[in-house]
């Protein structure tokens, strides 16, 4: 199984927006609605930031949404802050004998 | 509080063995599956596998069946994730997490360094 795809790094200035995709197939992305993003700082563990394609867990802010458009999943933060630079990962569910699948990851950095 | 606690970070040698633990408390650990997670020195995240702690039903991700055995002790609420015959190639941070359709929350996780 590959690992879902995401750009390697994006970047934007605060108080901007921006959108990282996540590109599957129709064996996960495309075939369930369980598309999760989770936030990682340097050194610490992964966070959850969105659930079940556009789901926001208690906690997380509402700058943060997600979407998806047949085998591709997408993130984004509005209203970028300095807080918001870290590594972002993609997760989609691919079957029972698969399991699931990360994305690559996506380094944001806010300029 | 739901909350997952790692076991300390371990140093060991080409084909030793080795068994590290997750131990869940603020919910009904046999209620949910846990996953384990493998990140690699700079690199992504990779879905290992999963245990249901109610049952011990256990399923692995096609890359790690055969690697390793995920288990787990609901007694003590502790799910563990081991090796029999470790090789430099598995150093890395392993993370544990409960899995409700997401991995929520997420263990601390636990560094494994494995080096002649």
């Known amino acids: 199984q590959s690992a879902l795809t995401q750009p390697a790094s994006v970047s934007g200035s605060p108080g901007q927006s921006i959108t990282i995709s996540c590109t599957g197939t129709?064996?996960?992305?495309?075939?369930?609605?369980?598309v999760s993003w989770y936030q990682q700082h340097p050194g610490k563990a992964p966070k959850l930031m969105i659930y079940?394609?556009?789901k926001r867990p208690s906690g997380v802010s509402n700058r943060f949404s997600g979407s998806k458009s047949g085998n591709t999943a997408s993130l984004t933060i509005s209203g970028l802050q300095a807080e918001d630079e870290a590594d972002y990962y993609c997760?989609?569910?691919?079957?029972?004998?698969?399991?699931?699948?990360f994305g690559g990851g996506t380094k944001l950095t806010v300029l | 509080e739901v909350q997952l606690v790692q076991s300390g970070a371990e140093v060991k040698k080409p084909g030793e063995s080795l068994k590290i633990s997750c131990k869940g408390s603020?919910?009904?650990?046999?209620?949910?599956?846990i996953g384990w997670v493998r990140q690699m020195p700079g690199k992504g995240l990779e879905w290992m596998g999963i245990?249901?702690?109610?049952?011990?039903?256990?399923r692995y991700s096609p890359s790690f069946q055969g690697q390793v055995t995920i288990s787990a002790d609901k007694s003590i609420s502790t799910a563990y994730l081991q090796w029999s015959s470790l090789k430099a190639s598995d150093t890395a941070m392993y993370y544990c997490?409960?899995?409700?359709?997401?991995?929520?929350?997420w263990g601390q996780g636990t560094l494994v360094t494995v080096s002649s």
């Open positions: 129709s064996s996960d992305v495309g075939g369930y609605n369980y």
């Open positions: 245990i249901y702690p109610g049952d011990s039903d256990t």
């Open positions: 997490a409960r899995i409700t359709g997401w991995f929520d929350p």
């Open positions: 079940d394609v556009s």
């Open positions: 997760c989609s569910y691919a079957g029972s004998s698969t399991l699931g699948v």
């Open positions: 603020g919910y009904s650990f046999t209620s949910y599956w």
